[in-house]
C-alpha cells in the first residue's frame, strides 16, 4: 500500500504555519497544480486556501491530517514569483504567509465557490492626445534607461512638477508592449483619477488597460485582478494593493510620487508597496523607475550616496515640457512686517486682488479643514474635548457640528458653555471654512471654492469639484493638500501657503521632509501652461533654509541638509527601525504589554540592536483605547530582521488582558 500524498495549505489564520492535508486516494496531484485555489475543512467549517507545496511527508501523524477537499481551477495557477513576492512581504513585515496570500486576493477569489470569469470592462480612452514629440531632456532619460539594458534595474527619476514624468512612463509602457510584456504603473491613490485613466488607455488603445484600487466594486476588481493574471490585460494602473496582482510576463514597474505615503499601508498588513515593488522588480530581474518631484529621503539616499554601491540610478528632468512653460517664482512673506489680519497678509490679499482682476485663478492652501480647531469658553475655560480622544473637537460650521478628526465621534453645536452657560462662545484658530468665509466676506464679488475631504466626501464628488475648477467656475480655491497633487489648472497662476510654520518645528523628525513636498507640490500647480506662476509663503520665519531651498527650488540642497541632520542622529535612512504598538483601555497595561516585551529573552541576543523606553503615544488616546509604543532601532537591516524574528513569537506568548490589542510595524512612517 502506497502513502497518501500530502498537500500543504496557506490559510487566512493568525498563525505562523501553514497547514498540511490528505489528498484522497486516487487523486494524484502534481507541481503544477500549485498555486490553485483549495477548499479545506478547518475546525468546524470550511475555508479556502491556496496550494503551496506538496511535501514528500508531514510533521504531523497521517491520522491527524484531514482530507483535502475540491482543488478550484477556474483561473491559472498562481505563478512562481508571487508566491516569492508574498513570501517575502510576510518574511520582513512578519506577517503570516497565509494571512499575506489570502487577504490580498480580491474578496470574489475569498469565495469558496469558482469564479465566473467574464472579460474586464477597458478604461475608455480620454480624446486621443496623440504622443508629443519628446524634449531633449525626455530623450536623454529614456536612452539611459535603454542604455542599461535588460535585467533588474532601479531608476530614480527625479523631475521637477510639469517636466513629463508621465510622458516618460508612457514611453517606457509601449516599449514593453512591442516587447510583449505587462506593465505594473503603481500611482497614489488620490492620483488615480479618469483623467489619468483616460490618457493611458488613449496612448494605447486596445492595449488591454485595467486599473485596480479600493474603491472599485468587488466584481470589478475581481475581474481586474483575474485578467492580470490570465495575462488579458497588459497594463495594470493602481493603488498600492495594486503591487500584489499577479503578473506573469511582468516586465516593468513604475512608481509615480513614489515619495508618497498612501503607499505605506496603515493598518492590518503594514507593507511598502514602493518597497515591495523594488523587491519585485529584482527577483523577477526587471526595471523599476520610481518618479518624483521630491523623492524620498531614503530614495535620495540610494541614488545619490549609495548610487556607487549600485543601488538607484538618479535621472533628471530639470524642466517644465511644456515650450515656454516656467517653475513659478517663489516669494515669501515676512509675517512680522506684514502682519496678517483673518489670516491674510497685505501682499497675499493684493495678489489675489491682481488675479481676479486679470481672470485667473488662485489658490491659497491651508492643511486643516473644518472652520476652527476648537471652540472654547474664555467665562470658565471649557474647550471642546472628545471625551474619547485627548484631542479636541474641531469647529464645522458649515453643517454646525463639533466633530473629531481621530475617531469620527460628532456632536451638535451647543447654544452655550456646557460647562456654565455662557452664551458667548469663542472659536479659537484657523481652518478652510473660517479661510473661505473670511475671502468671501474680502471679495464678495468673487467665486471662492472650497476643495476638502468635507467638500470632496467620495470619488465623484471630487471629479466634480476638479470639473468646476477647470471650467472656470471659480477665482479662488481653498484646498487642503487634496489639491496639492497631479491636476493642472491652466488658469491657475497664484498660490499661497497660509500658515506652514508649524511643520518647520514639529516633533516628528519627518515633518521637514513632508512640508517641502507638500509645499513644492502645491507651488506646482501655478503657472502649468504658458502663464507664469507665482508661490508666497506666509512665514514668520523667512531665513529658515527650508523656504530657502524652496525659492530655488532646489530638492538636491534640501535633501543634502536633511540627509546631513539625519546621519548626525542616527534617523532614517542611516538606521532601521520597526514600532510596536500596543492600546488598551488602561495606559498602564499597554505600557506592562510593552515592558514585558523589552524584557523578552530575545532582548539582549542581537547586540546590534537598541531599544528606546515604552512610551504613551502623541496622541495618547483615540477612541476610548489609550496607546503606547516602543521603538527598536538597528543600523544594519539585517540585524533589525533577525532580531524581529526572533522576538515575534516570544510576544505572541506573552499573557495580555482581554481587550489588549498590539501590533508591530517595520519602518514606521508616523510617530
Ligand atoms: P509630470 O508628470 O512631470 O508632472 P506631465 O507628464 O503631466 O508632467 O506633463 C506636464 C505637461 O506637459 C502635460 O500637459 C503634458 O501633456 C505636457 N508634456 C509632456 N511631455 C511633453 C513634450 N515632450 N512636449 C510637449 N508637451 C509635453
Ligand atoms: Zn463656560
Ligand atoms: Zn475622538
Redesign the pocket.
Known amino acids: 500500500m502506497s502513502l497518501p500524498q500530502i498537500a500543504r495549505v496557506a490559510l487566512d489564520v493568525p498563525l505562523r504555519r501553514l497547514f498540511d492535508y490528505r489528498v484522497a486516494d486516487g487523486e494524484l496531484l502534481s507541481a503544477g497544480d500549485i498555486g490553485y485555489r483549495v477548499r479545506v475543512p478547518f475546525g468546524r467549517h470550511e475555508k479556502i486556501g491556496i496550494l503551496v507545496e506538496l511535501p514528500a511527508g508531514s510533521d504531523l501523524p497521517l491520522a491527524q491530517l484531514k482530507l483535502l477537499g475540491e482543488l478550484l481551477r477556474d483561473l491559472p495557477p498562481l505563478p512562481a514569483d508571487w508566491f516569492r513576492l508574498t513570501e517575502f512581504c510576510a518574511a520582513y513585515y512578519h506577517v503570516p504567509l497565509g494571512q499575506v496570500m489570502l487577504s490580498t486576493l480580491p474578496v470574489g477569489l475569498r469565495a469558496l465557490k469558482p469564479v465566473k470569469a467574464r472579460a474586464p470592462r477597458q478604461v475608455p480612452p480620454a480624446a486621443a492626445?496623440a504622443a508629443?514629440?519628446?524634449?531633449g531632456e525626455?530623450q536623454a532619460v529614456l536612452t539611459s534607461i535603454a542604455e542599461l539594458g535588460a535585467g533588474f534595474h532601479a531608476y530614480l527619476l527625479h523631475?521637477v512638477?510639469?517636466?513629463?514624468?508621465?510622458?516618460v512612463y508612457l514611453r517606457l509602457i509601449e516599449r514593453a508592449l512591442a516587447d510583449g510584456q505587462q506593465s505594473l504603473l503603481l500611482v497614489p491613490e488620490i492620483n488615480l483619477t479618469p483623467q489619468l485613466e483616460g490618457r493611458v488607455a488613449a496612448r494605447f488603445p486596445g492595449a488591454g488597460l485595467v486599473s485596480l484600487h479600493s474603491e472599485l466594486g468587488e466584481a470589478a476588481r475581481s475581474r481586474n485582478w483575474c485578467a492580470a493574471l490570465t495575462g488579458e490585460a497588459r497594463i495594470v494602473l493602481g493603488t498600492r494593493l495594486a503591487i500584489f496582482a499577479p503578473l506573469p510576463e511582468l516586465g516593468l514597474i513604475v512608481v509615480d510620487e513614489e515619495h508618497d505615503a498612501s503607499f505605506k499601508q496603515q493598518d492590518g498588513i503594514r507593507y511598502s508597496a514602493r518597497d515591495l515593488a523594488v523587491f519585485r522588480a529584482r527577483q523577477r530581474d526587471i526595471k523599476i523607475v520610481l518618479g518624483s518631484a521630491t523623492p524620498s529621503l531614503e530614495s535620495w539616499a540610494n541614488a545619490t550616496v549609495d548610487a556607487g554601491r549600485g543601488r538607484y540610478r538618479l535621472l533628471t528632468l530639470s524642466e517644465r515640457?511644456?515650450e515656454g512653460a516656467r517653475l513659478p517664482s517663489v516669494r515669501r512673506i515676512d509675517t512680522r512686517l506684514d502682519k496678517p489680519q483673518d489670516g491674510l497678509s497685505s501682499a497675499l490679499l493684493g495678489a489675489v486682488e491682481e488675479r481676479l482682476r486679470r481672470g485667473e485663478q488662485s489658490l491659497l492652501f491651508l492643511n486643516r479643514r473644518g472652520y476652527a480647531p476648537v471652540l472654547a469658553c474664555a467665562a470658565c475655560g471649557w474647550t471642546s474635548n472628545c471625551h474619547r480622544c485627548a484631542a479636541n473637537l474641531v469647529l464645522h460650521l458649515v453643517d454646525r457640528r463639533l466633530r473629531c478628526h481621530h475617531c469620527g465621534f460628532e456632536a451638535h453645536l451647543p447654544k452655550g458653555c456646557p460647562s456654565c452657560g455662557n452664551q458667548d462662545l469663542s472659536a479659537f484658530g484657523r481652518g478652510t471654512q473660517r479661510l473661505e468665509a473670511v475671502l468671501a466676506e474680502h471679495f464678495p464679488q468673487a467665486r471662492v471654492l472650497r476643495v476638502d475631504r468635507d467638500a470632496a466626501r467620495s470619488r465623484k464628488q471630487w471629479e466634480a469639484l476638479v470639473a468646476r475648477i477647470h471650467s472656470g467656475e471659480a477665482d479662488i480655491l481653498v484646498g487642503t493638500q487634496m489639491l496639492a497633487k497631479g491636476h493642472?489648472f491652466p488658469k491657475l497662476t497664484l498660490v499661497g501657503a497660509i500658515s506652514p510654520d508649524a511643520a518647520l518645528f514639529a516633533a516628528d523628525w519627518r515633518a521637514p521632509e513632508r512640508l517641502f513636498a507638500q509645499l513644492m507640490q502645491v507651488a506646482g500647480r501655478a503657472g502649468r501652461a504658458a502663464r507664469a506662476g507665482e508661490f508666497l509663503i506666509q512665514t514668520q520665519f523667512p531665513e529658515h533654509p527650508l523656504y530657502a531651498a524652496l525659492v530655488q527650488h532646489d530638492f538636491p540642497a534640501f535633501a543634502a541638509e536633511q540627509l546631513a541632520e539625519r546621519q548626525q542622529a542616527g534617523f532614517p535612512p542611516y538606521a532601521h527601525q520597526a514600532m510596536l504598538r500596543a492600546e488598551a483601555p488602561l495606559m498602564a497595561d499597554a505600557l506592562s504589554f510593552l515592558k514585558s516585551a523589552r524584557a523578552c529573552p530575545a532582548v539582549g541576543a542581537e547586540q546590534a540592536v537598541t531599544f528606546y523606553d515604552p512610551v504613551p503615544m502623541r496622541l495618547a488616546r483615540r477612541a476610548s483605547f489609550e496607546r503606547g509604543q516602543l521603538l527598536v532601532e538597528s543600523p544594519a537591516r539585517r540585524a533589525l530582521q533577525r532580531f524581529l524574528a526572533d522576538w515575534l513569537p516570544q510576544l505572541e506568548a506573552i499573557k495580555v488582558p482581554s481587550r489588549l490589542r498590539w501590533h508591530l510595524e517595520v519602518d514606521p512612517l508616523e510617530f
Open positions: 492626445v508629443p514629440e519628446l524634449t525626455q523631475g512638477t510639469g517636466s513629463g514624468k508621465t510622458e515640457a511644456v493642472d
